[in-house]
């Protein structure tokens, strides 16, 4: 059917076969037709046997994504449809879809492709040079569909300005796909009211990973003094707030993010009770140890301090101090919620991070919680790609 055939060398595709979704340039053994990079392929193990079909980009080490195992698959409307379908039947049985992630790429079988929906907004970000020609076909399956449950979406903006992009040989692209409108848009997430910035907001505009992870402090936070690092738009902290926090301080190096917090927590009517200071977290926290201050409850929420395996050792660094710091400033039975948004920052190493951190501040660790991303960003099996974020709850003890 597809007469391009990307033959495997022996004992390699051992993810791919294991139900990964990626072949590696180094994996293959040949590549027969004739192709235009972002074509769709047949891709086959060095003993012919038929292994599925997905698009290639020799630009990239990724030089294959696979789209389907199915010898008699016909990759068209009809397929994206079905594929589109899923996505939003499994969004509606395990997560409030009035913001959430409604295709998460490998991870929904359409490699190389997100879209966030903010209320009536979709937002979308693609990675790769084959799932960029179906882009427009899969956004309009999901207008079809999400219409067919009397969700009209008013516009659509794409956030396709990852570096990543070049390494696919593309460009890097944001802006309106169809007509333009206004980008600030209201969502209300865990019973928080947020104005989201599709267009110049981090990522595609909020991070919809972290929704269950962030009602589950809203008990711990009940009449407490908390702190929020690297608060981003003020999530954390504003859940804190609706939750009936006493005090809540979210910390955020970024002047535009802590101006948002500041608007998302008024829009709360939060502004007496959860405030936002502009600062850099790593030179914040020795100062407010230095003063004596302790919280109750402590939240980090660092960027991904690692986007590749080379950087790994300077990022385990970090996230050691600013754990040391942060369970330092925890009150003796007060908790730490603490998490890694990084890929690379596999869950034993982040653990035996905390760990250390702990040994060092001579504080005991009690686990309540561990938790991954939210369900709308599911993790498929064999595509370790797909699970990026580990968030621990600890209630913290001095020595007992």
């Avoid at 791919?16 to 590549?31: H, M, Q």
């Avoid at 972002?38 to 696979?66: A, P, Q």
Wanted: charged share 30%; aromatic share 10%; with cysteine.
């Amino acid at each position: 059917m597809y007469d391009v055939f990307v033959t495997l060398k022996k004992g390699e595709g051992r993810t791919l076969k294991n139900g990964g979704a990626w072949v590696y340039d180094n994996e293959i053994d040949s590549v027969a037709g004739s192709f235009a990079n972002g074509d769709i392929v047949t891709v086959r193990d060095f003993d012919g046997y038929f292994l599925g079909y997905g698009f290639i980009n020799t630009r990239s080490k990724i030089t294959v994504r696979l789209l389907s195992r199915k010898q008699d698959t016909v990759i068209d409307r009809g397929f994206i449809m079905t594929r589109v379908k899923n996505a939003w039947e499994y969004r509606k049985q395990t997560i409030d879809t009035s913001c959430c992630r409604v295709i998460f790429g490998e991870a929904d079988y359409l490699p190389g492709i997100v879209v966030d929906k903010f209320s009536d907004v979709l937002v979308v970000e693609s990675l790769a040079l084959g799932i960029d020609r179906l882009k427009p076909v899969i956004l309009d399956c999901l207008k079809e569909v999400l219409a067919a449950d009397g969700i009209l979406i008013r516009g659509i903006y794409e956030r396709s300005d990852a570096k990543v992009r070049l390494l696919e040989g593309m460009e890097r692209f944001k802006g309106f796909i169809g007509d333009p409108f206004d980008t600030n848009v209201e969502i209300t997430e865990n019973g928080v009211r947020y104005m989201v910035d599709v267009m110049d907001g981090q990522k595609t505009g909020f991070f919809l990973d972290q929704k269950n992870n962030r009602a589950a402090i809203q008990k711990l936070c009940r009449g407490k003094r908390v702190l929020d690092c690297f608060t981003h738009t003020g999530s954390f902290a504003l859940n804190a707030g609706i939750a009936g926090a006493a005090e809540v301080l979210g910390v955020d190096a970024s002047e535009t993010a802590v101006r948002q917090a500041s608007k998302n927590s008024a829009l709360n009517n939060l502004q007496d009770r959860v405030k936002f200071l502009c600062a850099d977290v790593f030179e914040l926290l020795p100062e407010l140890e230095a003063k004596g201050e302790t919280f109750d409850v402590v939240i980090l929420d660092p960027p991904a301090f690692t986007k590749s395996r080379n950087s790994v050792k300077n990022a385990v660094k970090g996230y050691r101090e600013i754990n040391l710091r942060g369970i330092r400033l925890v009150k003796d039975g007060g908790f730490l919620a603490t998490c890694s948004c990084s890929h690379f920052m596999d869950p034993a190493l982040f653990a035996k991070t905390i760990q250390e951190a702990a040994r060092s501040a001579r504080r005991r660790l009690r686990q309540a919680e561990f938790r991954t991303q939210a369900c709308d960003h599911p993790i498929l099996w064999a595509a370790d790609e797909s699970y990026y974020l580990k968030f621990y709850i600890f209630q913290v003890c001095e020595e007992k």
